[in-house]
């Protein structure tokens, strides 16, 4: 179901999708000749009644803004012909839409619906009316004049009893009424004659009526999720059925008459109960993919060796424990899934289909890979994780052509030397194995894009990891580095990085080296033991996630607040009292996390929304306050430093001897006013990027050190 096209569009044409709109344009209602208009994905809340004066426009999108109503001006649009409302918030659709004598298309999904005007039938040159996620319960009868409907889209409403209206719609080609709360289809349904796309799925259909299966022009037949516990004989009347999907039912056979529908391509049986599959399951001359994953079938029929057509087979979570040697006629097989089964090797006869380019093998009791795996050439995508793999085959390195690999969740100590070899490798996932080293000859794996070593053993990385300069996402979570392995930030490339700590040596700190990742968008370190962050981590510009929690931080750098890309920082669990005041600045961070902290600026009860204008607001008006208990202090000091003690007192504030002359000799000045000059002096040099607080500390330091405040006062 698609709009028609710009190049429908005779003449003028205005887009202006995705704009930041808040209205529409003035100048667009000045333009008299316009026949298209596109203002999907802006933020317009009113259609104003100037849409009247656009009296040649056929074209109208206004998807995805804020609508909440059409104006009934609407209705002076005598040359519409597509209409597109959808993703708005619109209640109802006026009376005056009647008058659109010339539409064809109508798109109203994911609104707020509940009933459809009455005048509705008038559009008798409708072809296609999409409803879908609108909250209708029924129809007008007045739809039953639209004669030219071919496409009715009404997904996820609240249909429970199908209007009788829908079964005059007989030119009818595609119905949709799937997630809504049907119970049974009415006799009248065996009306809609020319249906060749009917979708019942999601709904709480206990059984098929016999009319619908005398709707012998359907090509497409979805009623998943449903209750059904058989399929009827008569289903071999459909006999242009191309595709048929019954998974997530209640299934416990199904009927051998379902093989006569000759032309099936298509067939989805999964999450029933069968044990079995037809017999004759064969005659299915032209099936091209098998959905058979979550029954309960202990073997495959031979019969399968007769579908030469055959392109896919999944078939996981069931009780399979070997594969019919026939299958290895189905030469033009491209994907097959067997996970979740209880196959104790990798069957023989896969090796013989040339053509495979997806083996998925996962959680199954498989040993080893046989050497004769490099016979598969083509395979470009092998998973085998959670197995009992000792080893990391040498085999598998021979499959030049392998783009993915997983060999997760085994027992694999090390990673052979061959590994070189697959220089199409782009994803390697080796997470949850036993692996002690990483050999130098996987960083020579030029394509590498992806790879998880987390759950190891691991110590350290190669140095040789830096030839990596096309990784983009490595995760060396709960392994047993002792520190950080600084090799990393030599992978310049590296977009997501994940060395989170639950299980296994906690890190103390990261090194300042970490901004030489300047690609970096996602980093996770959470679950460490982290005192602090690298104040080079504000040089980090494309980093736009962190998480940092359960860790032992107790103040972030200051330079945070110039990473402006950020847009999420998890901190949950760490020792913060306080947060950076300028963090108002990070006008793009949208969620800022600091449960379970000890916080003081700003309290927790400011920071439960975990959004950044309170906290900003909140820290923007602390650190004026600060501001002025540190100038009040200054002011105090310099009240109380005698004349004596001026020269000392500035050497304490680490003055240069040139700069504490010229006070000394300022004739002009009292001592009063050079002591406060000195204070902003220090505070200018050697604190310019301390908070008021941190200066305060500072100052009471060294009035201490200068024996002109007691210690213990």
Known sequence: MTMLTET??????????????????????????????????????????????????EILSIEGNGLTYLPPEIGHLSQLQALNISHNQIQRLPEEIAHLKTIKQLFASHNNLTQLPTTIGDLTTMQILSLSENSLKTLPESVAKLKNLHVLNLQSNQISVLPKPMFKLLHLVKLCLSGNGIKSLPKEMVNLKNLRELSLSNNQLTFLPMQLYNLINLEELAVDNNKLTEISDMVENLQQLKVLSVANNLLTSLTEKVCNCFFIEYLFLSGNQLSSLPTRLHKLKNLRELHIDRNALGILPEQLAHLKNLLVISCTENDLTNVPIELKNCTQITKLDFSGNKLSEIPQVLFSIAELLFLILNQNEITEVPKSIVYIKKLKHLALSKNKLKEFSVQICSLRNLVFLDLSKNDISQIPTEVCNMGSLCELLLDSNSLTTIPPELCTVKNLQKVDLSKNLLHTLPAAICQLQGLKELNLSNNHFKKFPIQICSVGSL????????????????????????NLMELDVSDNALKYMPNSIGEMKNLFRISASNNQLTVLPQSIVFMTGLQEINLKGNKLACLPTDMH??????????????????????????????IGRYLQGSDLRDEKIMQKMFS??????????????????QLKDEEIKVFSKNKSLQLQEKILQALNL????????????????????????SDLLDADA
């Open 682 to 705: 220090w505070r200018t040099r050697r604190h310019a990027n301390s908070t008021p607080v941190a200066i305060i500390d500072q100052l009471i330091r060294v009035l201490i050190m």
């Open 8 to 57: 429908d569009c005779v003449t003028t044409t205005t887009i202006l999708n995705n704009k930041g709109l808040n209205e529409i344009p003035s100048y667009i209602f000045e333009n008299k000749h316009l026949k298209c208009l596109r203002l999907d994905n802006n933020s317009i809340r009113t259609l104003p009644k100037e849409v009247a004066s656009l009296l040649n426009l």
């Open 636 to 653: 105090i000091v310099s009240c109380n430093v005698p004349l004596d003690d001026f020269i000392f007192f500035c050497k304490k504030l």
């Open 585 to 614: 600045r990070l006008h793009n961070l949208k969620e800022i996390n600091v449960d379970s902290n000890p916080m003081l600026k700003p309290p927790l009860l400011v920071c439960e929304g975990k959004r950044l204008y309170p």
């Open 495 to 518: 977009e997501i990085l994940k060395i989170s700590q639950e299980n296994g040596i906690k890190l103390t700190s990261l090194p300042q080296e970490l901004c030489n990742l300047v």
